[in-house]
């Protein structure tokens, strides 16, 4: 299939490593999903929205798992309690089939359409365990059954809803799934073997991060001055090497910064507020989101100053 490889620099929103691009690269040749896991707030979500960006592809198809999710919902759903209704009115003559009530999952649209497109389940771990293992061998052949459809309904089913009980690509051309987890819970092994696993790290570099909050704040060097955005990245190192240091539950990440850089921009932080106090720089509160951690890191920048 001729299409761009992925260079994980070439959209305006998000940097991902040469490293990444060609795990991401090596997934969709074979045909692979893609977990991603990391910090949240590091650009799993994300990555997904530049895959589908770079192959000019329409926004994924997201899929937000909850504790209550089931796989079958992602392929196919009965509307039962339609069913029962249209089954009380005695014109509705449907009810005395399955077929009327069928209709595709998200997945299952997906992979029926038979077109290139990115499928983006997001936050597999808040499922149940059953939920990843369900999902095994359509995964590995993207292709599955309609159990619920009677074999005699399978040729009235396919004039109407356009699927029969196998459904699969016509053209061979296959999703590009992006799975994410925060590793709320562990996910089986027989899972995790038929995923490429890309692992998020936490991007070091102040030229990548200042490249990052440029690209995600679509300031332009006239609007937020060069000097200010690398002494807030700066900042915020420091910030994020002091938390690592304690007993910080969340990090801030990358979300954080850019959320934060916005904020100094509009209040017109300059840069001698921002190197005044290299431990406590403006509104460094709005870098955290839990309680504990407000009240845990001032305490760790006094031992810091101690040392």
Not at 97 to 111: D, H, K, M, N, S
Not at 194 to 209: G, I, K, S, W
Not at 239 to 251: C, E
Request: one cysteine or more; aromatic letters at 8%; hydrophobic letters at 40%.
């Amino acid at each position: 299939m001729n299409e761009p490889e992925y260079t994980g620099t070439a959209t305006d929103f998000y940097v991902a490593s040469s490293q990444v691009a060609d795990i991401v690269n090596l997934a969709i040749t074979f045909d692979r999903p893609i977990l991603v896991e990391g910090e949240p707030g590091c650009g799993k979500t994300m990555l997904a929205y530049s895959i589908a960006a770079e192959k000019h592809l329409a926004a994924p198809i997201k899929i937000a798992v909850t504790s209550t999710a089931r796989a079958q919902d992602l392929l196919y759903r009965v509307d039962s309690l339609r069913r029962l209704q249209d089954a009380q009115n005695p014109h509705a003559t449907d009810a005395r089939f399955i077929y009327p009530y069928i209709t595709l999952g998200r997945l299952g649209q997906a992979i029926h359409a038979g077109q290139r497109c990115v499928v983006l389940i997001d936050e597999i771990d808040k499922a149940d365990i059953d939920f990843p293992n369900d999902l095994l061998e359509i995964l590995d052949t993207f292709s599955f059954q309609i159990d619920a459809l009677p074999s005699e309904e399978v040729q009235a089913c396919i004039e109407r809803n356009g699927f029969g009980q196998t459904i699969m690509s016509p053209t061979g051309v296959k999703p590009i799934v992006v799975i994410t987890s925060n590793r709320e819970k562990r996910l089986p092994e027989p899972f995790l073997r038929r995923c490429l696993y890309v692992r998020l790290r936490f991007p070091e570099d102040p030229a990548e991060l200042v490249d990052i909050v440029r690209k995600n704040t679509k300031l332009s060097v006239e609007e937020l001055n060069q000097k200010v955005l690398n002494a807030a990245v700066k900042a915020f190192l420091r910030v994020r090497a002091i938390a690592i240091t304690g007993d910080i539950q969340k990090l801030p990440t990358t979300s954080e910064l850019i959320d934060w850089v916005k904020i100094l921009h509009w209040k017109g932080t300059d840069i001698k507020s921002l190197e005044h106090d290299a431990d406590l720089p403006p509104y460094w509160e709005l870098l955290f989101k839990q309680a504990n951690d407000l009240d845990t890191y001032p305490r760790l920048t006094r031992t810091t100053q101690r040392e």
